[in-house]
């Protein structure tokens, strides 16, 4: 069954902690993002990377962290400098080629900071 | 960088009318107009995408119109059903060619039976 798998789907955490959210790709998708949604706002870019071993920041990095070491991974780490980390994070892949292609989502996590 | 400015935020209909939701963006490379359509709870799922080549495109009860000069796109919904109830997003890849897409803010639609 092919697709973008995230966890965990819910996470509470205490304020001042570091989080890791996961995602895993079986598409072999070379291109991978992760998006944070909330209410009104729409989606907006963390992070993305292109290729293994590197990335680039999106439009809100601040206090968010990624790595791309292997192609069918991409965790996104929520640390504690971010300072409003409650939101519902998406990760997504699409391929790399010449025209830019449909995005795939995973199913999302709610991460709510108590 | 690129913008989008989707409205209306919230579209309430009557089953078996029309929906539009308009979108406009601001870097004129843009090139790739998805539509993203999201059920409460669940992954946002593309239902029409168009390229700047194409002035409209349709898929069954959904279309989409691009107006490059105006840089201006919008989505219709005809005959619209009780399962269309979603928030749907507009985006746009910009002049990046990076892959990534920028979104709109989000259209709430609500079909009453």
């Known amino acids: 069954d092919g697709g973008i798998t995230q966890s965990p789907k819910y996470l509470f955490r205490k304020e001042g902690q570091n989080v890791t959210l996961s995602c895993e790709q079986n598409l072999n998708h070379d291109a991978m993002y992760w998006y944070r949604q909330d209410p009104g706002q729409g989606l907006r870019l963390i992070y993305y990377?292109?290729?293994?071993?590197?990335?680039q920041k999106g439009d809100i990095a601040e206090g968010y962290s990624v790595s791309r070491e292997k192609k069918e991974s991409f965790p996104l780490t929520v640390t504690s400098a971010q300072k409003n980390p409650t939101a519902f994070y998406l990760c997504?892949?699409?391929?790399?080629?010449?025209?830019?292609?449909?995005?795939?989502f995973g199913e999302g996590s709610r991460l709510t900071v108590l | 960088g690129e913008n989008v400015e989707q409205h209306p935020s919230t579209l309430s209909v009557q089953e078996g009318d029309s929906a539009v939701i308009k979108c406009t963006y601001s870097?004129?490379?843009?090139?790739?107009f998805p539509w993203y359509k999201q059920e409460l709870g669940k992954r946002p799922q593309l239902i029409i995408d168009?390229?700047?080549?194409?002035g409209e495109k349709k898929d069954q009860r959904i279309a989409v119109t691009l107006n490059k000069t105006a840089k201006h796109f919008s989505l219709h919904i005809t005959e619209t059903q009780p399962e269309d109830s979603a928030v749907y997003f507009c985006a746009s890849d910009g002049s990046s060619n990076t892959g990534k897409l920028i979104f709109g803010q989000g259209t709430t639609l609500q079909v009453k039976p």
């Open positions: 870097d004129s490379a843009s090139n790739y």
């Open positions: 168009i390229r700047s080549n194409v």
């Open positions: 990377s292109q290729i293994v071993n590197d990335f």
């Open positions: 997504a892949s699409n391929r790399q080629g010449m025209n830019t292609g449909e995005l795939f």
